[in-house]
């Protein structure tokens, strides 16, 4: 082992403790993350927390994943190479220097929970910000031991002291003129909590608030707000500062382009309203990563509170999603607000035109007014979703469906918007440039559905409408599959299990896909030589140990759940095992 062991090596150990190690005794309770939070300044830049180390280290490591991710091919082939022969070596020479074995080492000391912080005064520029790091040790003698272990082989060391008082002393430990390593102050308390900063007046900080005095990050209501938020067991959240956020962006070269410049203009905007953020991952038949946002409502646009509190969904549409489908992704829309979003972003000097167009596209909507009479009429459920490639592989036909009320009042919709699409298609077709036999349309009856396309197949599109249906897709037949085929009988069952509650979500067929990826083996093989400039051979390798290792999963989502009043916003993205 180097002789070059110190505060660097010990973070970079700790990483090698939590991989793939099976847990050195059964999991016992461990303590959360509350009392070390308290310690944490509670205006805080950044907060990670890892909590409960040991009892989700058993329970992946007991998991069915682990141990198919362990049976893989490559991961075999790389634990009997240098960098696997190395780590068994590192790991054999921390347990002779210490000992005591790697997972003693990452229970007693990382086991229960361990915190680090990052921290910037007000008006310090912002990457000068601090850092700390905070850990409930269950063995203070292993501690202790592994603490002289790295003070006296890092040569690096100029001198190890003692500060503070007499009744809060700490210890200071400074480093050889010339070395790049700033000052580190350290102290171990009696109950075991460890606190370790590269700023005196954050370990000073620590060792004030251990003794009662002032309040901590644990202590902070909005930080609670979006704690609660989580997941309560999650192996590690993250605590993001608004504050901190917006200083960053704030730094940030501006912008050179219109582009950029509107979109750091919008990102500033929404940062205004955010009060608090935080994220988590969590185990659970899977890796599942939260985000949780708390929202100030009265900077939010009008029309995203609208939006909020209707409390629509798309579940209607999405039962009749063919079973042929392999992903799919439902949202709330309200038409309307669109419109109006996309209206004031016409310039001034393109607004005759913008009228004239509307005044046009009323005509071919057989009278019907957009504003008035078309735009209420669609929504508020809207679906997507993937099929299977047929014959045409690589193409997946994707369709993408739009709630239409064609209601006594309004009667008509339905054939408004077929002629304005119908009228639209024919008028481009008489330009000179396209070949008209090409852009000849085609209907036919499926079900309830008048499924329009293009005489050419070759073209990627197709629209249908309905009674309660607007559909636009890159398929006609897998147009024409909506809700008169055998239904999807995955989703369901899987959104109830993994996002009840979201309004807005996507889920991806894993297994399927695979499959899919396997039965085009050598079609992707070619292609991904080509685009590697590679052999065929040495392509299909790398895909066969990528399928291998996607084959793991079973499923994936992303979803998001809006509070009515729109006071907060959780999202989380999940990789399901098999």
């Not at 509350?34 to 329970?59: E, F, K």
């Not at 979003?341 to 393109?350: G, I, Q, T």
Request: charged share 25%; with cysteine.
């Amino acid at each position: 082992m180097t002789r070059r062991v110190g505060w660097q090596a010990f973070a970079a150990l700790t990483l090698i403790f939590t991989l793939g190690l099976a847990p050195s005794d059964p999991p016992r309770p461990g303590a959360d993350e509350s009392d070390l939070l308290r310690l944490v300044p509670p205006d805080a830049s950044a907060t990670l927390a890892i909590v409960d180390l040991r009892g989700h280290v058993t329970d992946f490591t007991r998991s069915t994943l682990a141990k198919s991710l362990a049976e893989l091919p490559t991961v075999k082939v790389w634990f009997e190479s240098g960098g696997g022969r190395q780590l068994a070596r590192s790991k054999a020479e921390i347990e002779t220097h210490l000992g005591t074995t790697v997972g003693t080492i990452r229970d007693d000391l990382l086991g229960d929970a361990v915190i680090f912080a990052l921290h910037l005064t007000a008006d310090a520029p912002t990457d000068s910000a601090r850092g700390l790091f905070l850990a409930k040790v269950r063995d203070r003698n292993l501690l202790i031991r592994l603490i002289d272990f790295a003070n006296k082989t890092d040569r690096s060391v100029a001198e190890v002291a003692v500060a503070g008082t007499k009744d809060r002393p700490y210890s200071v430990r400074r480093f050889k003129a010339g070395e790049p390593r700033e000052t580190e102050y350290y102290r171990l308390f009696d109950d075991g909590t460890f606190a370790w900063s590269n700023s005196e007046a954050l370990i000073q900080g620590v060792i004030d608030r251990k003794a009662g005095s002032g309040a901590g990050l644990g202590d902070n209501p909005t930080y609670r707000k979006v704690r609660a938020g989580l997941p309560t067991r999650s192996l590690a959240t993250l605590h993001l500062s608004p504050k901190f956020i917006r200083r960053v962006v704030a730094s940030s070269p501006r912008p050179i382009s219109p582009g950029d410049a509107r979109a750091a203009e919008i990102l500033s905007r929404s940062l205004a309203s955010v009060e608090g953020i935080g994220l988590a991952v969590e185990w659970r038949d899977g890796f599942v990563l939260h985000s949780h946002e708390i929202l100030d409502p009265r900077g939010i646009d009008l029309r995203l509170l609208r939006w909020a509190k209707a409390g629509s969904t798309s579940d209607t549409l999405t039962r009749r999603i063919p079973g042929t489908a392999i992903a799919a992704g439902s949202t709330p829309i309200d038409v309307e607000a669109v419109y109006e979003a996309f209206s004031e972003l016409v310039p001034a000097p393109d607004h005759p035109r913008f009228d004239a167009m509307l005044v046009a596209l009323r005509g071919m909507l057989l009278g019907r007014d957009v504003r008035k009479d078309v735009l209420p009429r669609l929504g508020p459920g809207l679906i997507v979703y993937v099929e299977e490639p047929g014959k045409g592989w690589p193409r997946f036909p994707v369709v993408g469906v739009l709630e239409l009320r064609d209601d006594m009042k309004y009667p008509g919709i339905a054939a408004a918007i077929d002629n304005a699409l119908w009228t639209l298609i024919s008028l481009y077709a008489l330009d000179p440039k396209h070949q008209a036999s090409r852009l000849r349309l085609v209907s036919r009856q499926s079900g309830s559905l008048r499924v329009t396309s293009l005489a050419d197949p070759s073209i990627p599109f197709a629209y249908a409408v309905g009674p309660d249906v607007f559909l636009v897709g890159t398929s006609a037949d897998a147009v024409a599959r909506f809700g008169t085929s055998v239904s999807d009988a995955r989703l369901a069952p899987f959104r109830a299990k993994h996002f009840p509650d979201a309004r807005i979500y996507a889920a991806i067929d894993i297994k399927r896909l695979v499959r899919i990826a396997c039965d085009h083996r050598d079609d992707l093989a070619k292609r991904l030589a080509a685009s590697r400039k590679t052999t065929p051979e040495a392509a299909a390798r790398d895909l066969d140990q990528a399928l291998a290792l996607v084959d793991l999963f079973g499923g994936a989502f992303f979803a998001i759940k809006v509070d009515p009043d729109l006071t907060s916003v959780h999202q989380s993205i999940g990789l399901i095992a098999k």
